[in-house]
């Protein structure tokens, strides 16, 4: 079956501390992977994506991700947080083909960034 | 350029009321989608429209209906409001094309009591 894991509900950093949140994939064929952030009370905004080349994919904001294509990983960095980064983070894969594209999203994981 | 606009941005119902979300994009996307949030559930596909005149059930479609008007917009129909879909209800439009990247409206928060 096809599906996006994001194993932790909450990651706790401490501004200027190097972050990680972690998203692993199961999907048939070349997968398309995408990072979303959410704040409170607002819609998701587009992070980055992975589609091919490059493994280090660099997005807005300071973010960037590493594909994993061996550990089917996708797992979201940034170098020094900000209390700004603090949000609810969405990893997704595209399914289907065709005339049909869809996004499989993981269950989110909530950045909390300490001053 | 707006992007994708929703309305109602709030609204609370009564156990068996219906009402209709709406959702407008501008961006000459031929499809569009409706998720549901709920906490600790990600988002849950409810239906979708790959281009004007077709839609197609997601993951949890039971309780709705949808209508793709035109190329612009895709509504959502609740007919007889249960608390269960109480819930965080998103517009999306995109995924067209590579990169199959969605973009979200602002979401509407709908209470059912």
């Known amino acids: 079956a096809q599906s996006v894991a994001q194993p932790e509900d909450q990651v706790n950093v401490a501004e200027g501390n190097p972050l990680t949140v972690k998203c692993t994939y199961s999907?048939?064929?070349?997968?398309?992977l995408f990072w979303y952030v959410q704040y409170p009370n607002r819609g998701l905004q587009f992070l980055l994506k992975?589609?091919?080349?490059?493994?280090l994919v660099k997005g807005s904001y300071g973010f960037e991700a590493e594909f994993n294509k061996s550990q089917t990983s996708f797992h979201l960095k940034k170098p020094s947080a900000l209390v700004s980064d603090s949000a609810l983070y969405f990893c997704?894969?595209?399914?289907?083909?065709?005339?049909?594209?869809?996004?499989?999203f993981g269950t989110g994981t909530l950045l909390a960034v300490q001053p | 350029n707006a992007g994708v606009t929703q309305t109602p941005k709030f609204q609370v119902l009564k156990t068996g009321q219906s009402m209709t979300l709406q959702c407008a994009q501008d961006?000459?996307?031929?499809?569009m989608y409706w998720y549901r949030q709920d906490p600790g559930m990600g988002l849950r596909l409810i239906y979708y429209?790959?281009?004007?005149?077709?839609?197609d059930k997601g993951e949890v479609p039971n309780g709705y209906n949808v209508s793709r008007l035109n190329k612009r917009e895709f509504s959502l129909r609740l007919e007889s409001a249960a608390p269960s879909q109480t819930s965080v209800y998103f517009c999306?439009?995109?995924?067209?094309?590579?990169?199959?990247?969605?973009?979200f409206g602002p979401g509407t928060r709908l209470t059912v009591t």
């Open positions: 999306a439009s995109g995924g067209d094309r590579v990169p199959y990247e969605q973009y």
């Open positions: 961006m000459n996307h031929n499809s």
């Open positions: 999907v048939s064929g070349n997968p398309y």
């Open positions: 997704a894969v595209r399914v289907g083909g065709g005339a049909t594209n869809k996004l499989i």
């Open positions: 992975y589609i091919t080349g490059d493994n």
């Open positions: 429209s790959a281009s004007e005149g077709t839609t």
